[in-house]
């Protein structure tokens, strides 16, 4: 089992940034990548991007490349989301999860952070 727990949730204004953590317990060297999701109210879940965690190569959504970065420290088990020019369109709750293989499903969840941007 992996344990996922998002933190940095906030308000900020358009324009703005933030940056949000997922700190992963348990298993963790069964990960092979970790990946950001959002859910707006009445909207559908979107994919944000992903990390594979032992290369550490990236893949983002078109709605967020050149606007939000992922990282990870290995050592910490956390990945982090930077975003940056923050739209209000943003705004939504924010998920990390993990998955354990390229043909699996991400099958382990964090609760999700709120994040709002005020226009």
């Known amino acids: 089992q992996v344990q996922l727990v998002e933190s940095g949730g906030g308000l900020v204004q358009a324009g703005g940034s933030l940056r949000l953590s997922c700190a992963a317990s348990?298993?963790?060297?069964?990960?092979?990548?970790m990946g950001w999701f959002r859910q707006a109210p009445g909207k559908e879940r979107e994919f944000v991007g992903r990390?594979?965690?032992?290369?550490?190569?990236?893949y983002y959504a078109d709605s967020v490349k050149g606007r939000f970065t992922i990282s990870r420290d290995n050592a910490k088990n956390t990945v982090y989301l930077q975003m940056n020019s923050l739209k209000p369109e943003d705004t939504a709750v924010y998920y990390c999860?993990?998955?354990?293989?390229?043909?699996?499903?991400?099958?382990?969840w964090g609760q999700g952070t709120q994040v709002t941007v005020s226009s």
């Open positions: 990390i594979i965690w032992s290369g550490g190569s990236t």
């Open positions: 348990g298993r963790t060297f069964s990960m092979y990548r």
């Open positions: 999860a993990a998955s354990t293989s390229l043909a699996a499903a991400y099958g382990y």
